[in-house]
């Protein structure tokens, strides 16, 4: 196992950012300061060929101007507050607004926006610990929070491992939005990959994308990946939550509790399998229907609607405003914390 930190570059006002190279002789994964975003994360096929499984730019610059969250952890709240507005204790905060009239990813200052600082796991050789701050009122969110997100390479697989700590009682909701193309990052739609999860249900939204509070069972819609399918199966539908997403766009509700496993996703053409596991009680899959950035992506590749699918591990959206969501109230006392890994190997023929 080794970990080397390098300077990676700058961002657009001039703050440098580094990158940790994690490697362990199985899988390779590029970590950067800015958004404390997975950049590069290459796993061998079924020949042995290495193979870098998310999609990424070439700078940070270009990941600020993009803007989607690529690779990047996101919070305060990942996913979408209704209104921008939420209560607690009795009080109302007022977020920012930036997606019909709603709050998507915490706002204009979110952890995606942000540049960690980065230092070696206490142990020295098994990762690297990221760590930012979001200020009191920062997007209208109360407390300050504190967030440390650790990387650890783990066998063939990727753990990320998140804790948040504040001064206040507020609202936390973390995830990785990872864009995974198991043929390679520069492979074109991932149409053909194979889904499988156990979600018995999905939360229905209305059109913007906001949950109504309403579970709906998978059984016999096209949003059922108990027994896996390709994700082009079912995409065009006519189905009311896929014309309103535009494809999948959707948050899966989990069975069970703990670090367990909730999704396998397989690569045709590479036969990379990559096994989800996660501590979390949903996940937001999303079939990168809006994916047409203006600048090139690594390697000068030029990514296209439905050219990644995310696997984002996560707590409700919208659960402040929801009663009958699991809470997602974090104080000092009770400090967030949670886990998902990201497991590889390759699929049986």
């Known amino acids: 196992m080794s970990v080397l930190i390098r300077e990676f ?12 190279v994690l490697n362990n002789g199985e899988i390779e994964a590029h970590i950067l300061s800015y958004a404390a975003l997975i950049h590069k994360l290459i796993v061998p096929d079924r020949k042995g060929n290495p193979v870098d499984v998310v999609l990424g730019y070439p700078d940070v610059p270009t990941y600020e101007k993009e803007g989607g969250s690529m690779g990047a952890v996101v919070g305060r709240y990942a996913n979408r507050i209704a209104g921008a507005r939420f209560f607690l204790n009795a009080e109302e905060y007022h977020l920012t607004v930036n997606d019909h009239g709603n709050c998507l990813h915490s706002g204009k200052n979110g952890f995606n926006r942000k540049v960690f600082e980065m230092e ?13 701050v979001s200020p009191d009122g920062e997007d209208g969110f109360p407390g300050t929070v ?13 753990m990320i491992q998140y804790t948040a700590s504040t001064d206040a009682p507020t609202v936390v ?38 949950p109504t509070g309403n579970k709906i069972p998978v059984t016999g819609t096209p949003m059922d990946f108990r027994e896996e399918k390709t994700i082009g199966r079912d995409i065009g539908a006519d189905y009311p939550a896929l014309k309103i997403g535009n ?14 496993h909730v999704a396998w996703l397989t690569g045709p053409q590479t036969g990379i399998r990559m096994e989800t596991l996660t501590t979390l009680p ?21 990514y296209h609607k439905q050219g990644a699918v995310c696997l984002e591990t996560q707590d409700y959206p919208d659960a402040p405003n ?3 969501f699991p809470d997602t109230t974090v104080t000092p006392k009770a400090a967030y914390s949670a886990t998902t890994l990201y497991r590889f190997d390759i699929a049986p023929l």
């Open 146 to 158: 504190t967030l440390e997100v650790e990387y650890t390479l783990v066998g063939t697989g990727l």
């Open 173 to 210: 909701n973390i995830t990785n939005h990872s864009y995974f193309n198991l043929n390679g990052h520069d492979s074109g739609t991932v149409l053909g990959h194979r889904l499988q999860m156990p979600a018995t249900a999905y939360l229905e939204t209305d059109e913007n994308l906001i």
């Open 322 to 324: 929801q009663m009958d």
């Open 282 to 302: 949903a996940m937001q899959v999303y079939s990168s229907n809006s994916l047409e950035p203006e600048s090139a992506g690594k390697d000068g590749v030029q």
């Open 247 to 260: 494809g999948y766009d959707h948050c899966f509700l989990l069975p069970d509790t703990g670090l367990r």
């Open 120 to 132: 070696l796991s206490q142990s020295g050789d098994d990762g690297v610990i990221l760590r930012a």
């Open 9 to 20: 570059g700058k961002t657009s006002d001039g703050t440098p950012v580094q990158v940790a």
